[in-house]
DNA sequence: ACCTGAACACCGTTCAAGT
DNA sequence: ACCTGAACACCGTTCAAGT
């Protein structure tokens, strides 16, 4: 996890791992098969880090959506502890035990407050996918403009072929990040509410 | 592209791209500093093949949704033609001629709806985000397993640690992704449409 | 002025040879 | 039974030498 948050999965080499380890590449490989089985297991390890709802501080969530809530700012601040780990979530779909233990609890915490299996999953999912899009499409995460570049980039555009895209150049540099995070999410949390409208459940929240 | 689309980002070597263009691979270093840049043309090359929502059959979009769902779509029809593309969309930000052409058409459509700059601009990153957050979330793409493979894995596992999982794996094989895109498409549309309500545009869709 | 075979550097993986 | 130096295969990149 250290070497791959440091130079990222495309710096991250076996020779460099086996020296900090103190052994040998080929002792490495006595102990998994591959890199790519490496990788697996340090995404699965930086899932671990990812608190369930009920692990809070404040105690259990009152209500769903202050659950899911959690769960997202939780994973959001995951990726955004380990930035270089992103690109290791497109190639793989973490199935790892600490992957199963958060989709669990998030699961069963939707399922107690009236969400039907199928809902439950789908919105875990639904939510999941908004915080690594989001993540994703941050500018300076992975990449190494940082996003005021990206705006000055944008107002320096031909304004004859790009006019919108220039006009809204001050828009997206001005735009907070966090502040957009949490109007999305509240979005999502309205789409999936509606969604729950439409099939009737046990109980809810007002 | 070609190469790129058969064999994936990591597969893609120089030596058989100049081989297939039968020259040799310092040559290739004549027209291009190198893979990295390669690899930006061939992202703006492939988002060329989205077509704005005025190109449409149907003719200009009546409403907002309708030309924000023609780009979802057709954004989401690139991304499956070539889903061996997705990981490169992870580590560049598309700022090529092509990736400006789109954002610049689509943020004219809106703001000819009545959306401010800076709306515009926050919608269109809010569905380009939603659109390829949903491609890579989609189990089959890059990764080897298929949805059907990924719910039996669901299915075979422990009952008493992961209850809730099990129980929800039917549901999860049985969504459709077809389906599930467009609700949650309709979701962010909603969201955007409530956002324009805060802030009283010019004019806009019933 | 343009092209290229061959080399360099680096990295994933394996294996024969050690202890 | 376990470990490892050295090698093999592959790939991005460069350069001296060709035409």
Redesign the interface.
């Known amino acids: 996890v250290r070497v791959v948050d440091e130079e990222g999965p495309a710096g991250f080499n076996m020779r460099e791992l086996a020296d900090r380890l103190e052994t040998s590449t080929a002792t490495l490989y006595r102990h998994v098969t591959g890199k790519e089985e490496l990788m697996v297991y340090v995404v699965d390890r930086v899932l671990g880090e990812v608190r369930a709802p009920e692990d809070s501080d404040e105690g259990a969530p009152r209500d769903w959506r202050e659950g899911m809530r959690r769960f997202a700012f939780q994973f959001r601040s995951v990726l955004a502890r380990h930035p270089s780990m992103?690109?290791l979530?497109?190639?793989?779909?973490p199935?790892g035990p600490n992957a199963?233990?958060i989709?669990?609890r998030v699961?069963?915490m939707l399922?107690r407050f009236g969400f039907?299996?199928?809902l439950?999953?789908?919105s875990y999912?639904?939510v999941?996918?908004?915080v690594?899009?989001?993540a994703?499409?941050r500018?300076g995460s992975?990449?190494p403009?940082e996003a005021a570049a990206?705006g000055e980039?944008y107002r320096a555009?031909d304004r004859e072929?790009?006019?919108?895209?220039v006009?809204?150049a001050?828009?997206?540099t001005?735009?907070r990040l966090e502040e957009?995070f949490i109007?999305?999410l509240?979005?999502?949390l309205?789409?999936?509410d509606?969604?729950r409208g439409c099939h009737p459940q046990r109980n809810g929240s007002p």
Do not use: C, K, W
């Not at 979530?89 to 779909?93: G, I, P, R, S, T």
């Open positions: 992103l690109p979530f497109v190639v793989q779909l199935l199963l233990t989709r669990e699961v069963a399922t039907s299996a199928q439950a999953a789908r999912n639904t999941a996918q908004y690594l899009g989001s994703i499409t500018p992975p990449m403009e990206i980039y555009l072929a790009y006019p919108h895209v006009a809204a001050d828009a997206l001005t735009m957009g109007a999305g509240e979005i999502v309205d789409g999936i509606r969604a």
